[in-house]
Structure formats: structure tokens, C-alpha cells
């Protein structure tokens, strides 16, 4: 596709559940971004991968989040042990090199 | 710590009034600045980057500026129009990330 694009939009879950969010980046960008939305935090960057490796993992909030990206493309994020302080919309985007950086419609992640 | 403020939290104006949206940073280093806009349960939308190299950026009716040294931005949206009403988000790239402000609510009236 042309866009970034994230699956779920939407996902409900029960406390202490593992989850897994998806993003296929725009095809040639290297670099790929994850980002939190919340009402309380606002925007707050989570990781950053050039290619397949992660040097910036500086703000994922604790080790219950990790994230890997396979191929130079696609990424997931996977939050083990959900807590409801996790219910946030999560965004991806991605980037050629420095440039510019491109969002997905993110995934809207509710905890219960 | 990287601070970005966005003032106004909220604006209203009336259809085919210029306004201008501020953004304050208090690192000067930074690398680029983008500005969005996020329409109600989407993502963000890129309007303009300028390079920590450059003063200002225009596409259309959005003109960016970008003042290194007072660590200040503004975004003009000339002749606004009621499909311009969204959130407008300043970031800063420092390092490999981008820091957002909150945003300024823009509602333009018909």
C-alpha cells in the first residue's frame, strides 16, 4: 500500500493478556517508529528501528513492552501482562533515513 | 528534559480569517521540526518539515517558521476554511524521536 499501515484498528482485551500490534511501513523506509498516544501523557515515543535493528528502545515503559521488525519491513509490538494503564492508541510511522516521518491510522488498544 | 509547548489549547475563528498557531521548544538542538494535524479517532497527517538548517516552509495555504534561537514556531494558515477544523501538532526530532507538544484544537466556523 501506499500508506503506513497498522492491524488491529481496534483491540479489546482482558487484564494480564498478552497482545501483539502490527506495522507494515511504507515500502523502502528504513527507519521505523512507534509511538503512544494517551489523554493523560499526550504523544510519547516507545522505539525506534533502523533496518532490523532497535538502537533506541529509551522509551518503552517497562519490560512487559518489546518490539522487533523482520525483513527491514514489517514490526510488531507486544505488550505482555496488559495492565488498564496500557489502554492508549498506539502509533507507527516510518521514515527514509531522517526525512520526514509518516503515520498509520494507529491501533486503538483498550484494556478491561 | 525536551519541553515542546503549543499555545493556544484551543482556537475558533470564523471562516477566511488568517490565523497563526505558536510552538516553543526549550532544546534548541534539534534536528527537524514537523508540523501535523490529526483529525478526531485518525492518525497524524504530515503538513511541513523544516530542517534544523532552514527558516521556514510553505505548501498552499500553510506556511511554516522555524527560529532556532528564540526556540520558537509558528504555523500560518491563511484564509482558513471549515475543513481546516483539527488538532494541530508540533514535534521536534531530537536525536531518533520525535517530542510533541499537546496540540492546539482549531475549529473554524461556517
Known amino acids: 500500500g501506499a500508506g503506513v499501515s ?18 507494515d511501513p511504507i515500502s523502502g523506509h528504513t ?12 504523544l510519547e515515543f516507545l522505539i525506534y528501528f533502523q533496518g532490523n535493528s532497535a538502537p533506541d528502545k529509551s522509551g518503552l515503559p517497562s519490560d512487559r513492552f518489546s518490539a522487533e521488525r ?10 505482555q501482562r496488559t495492565q488498564q ?22 491501533t486503538r488498544l483498550s484494556v478491561l | 528534559k525536551q519541553e515542546v509547548t503549543q499555545i493556544p489549547a484551543a482556537l475558533s ?39 534544523s538548517s532552514q527558516r521556514e516552509q510553505t505548501s ?7 527560529d532556532k534561537s528564540s526556540g520558537r514556531s509558528t504555523l500560518y494558515i491563511a484564509a482558513s476554511q ?14 531518533n524521536k520525535l517530542v510533541f507538544g499537546a496540540g492546539t484544537i482549531l475549529r473554524v466556523k461556517s
Open chain 1, 70 to 79: 523482520t525483513g527491514g519491513s514489517v514490526s510488531t509490538l507486544t505488550i
Open chain 1, 85 to 106: 494503564e496500557d489502554s492508549a492508541v498506539y502509533l507507527c510511522a516510518s521514515s527514509v533515513d531522517r526525512g520526514a516521518q509518516y503515520f498509520g491510522a494507529g
Open chain 1, 31 to 42: 527507519a521505523l517508529y512507534w509511538y503512544r498516544q494517551s489523554l493523560g501523557q499526550g
Open chain 2, 82 to 95: 471549515p475543513g481546516d477544523s483539527a488538532t494541530y501538532l508540533c514535534a521536534m526530532e531530537y536525536g
Open chain 2, 13 to 51: 475563528v470564523p471562516e477566511g480569517e488568517n490565523l497563526v498557531l505558536n510552538c516553543s521548544f526549550t532544546d534548541s538542538a534539534i534536528y527537524n521540526l514537523q508540523w501535523f494535524r490529526q483529525d478526531p479517532g485518525k492518525g497524524l497527517t504530515s503538513l511541513l518539515l523544516i530542517q
Open chain 1, 6 to 23: 497498522q492491524s488491529p484498528s481496534n483491540k479489546v482485551t482482558e487484564k494480564g493478556k498478552d497482545v501483539e500490534l502490527r506495522c
Open chain 2, 60 to 66: 498552499g495555504r500553510l506556511n511554516a517558521s522555524l
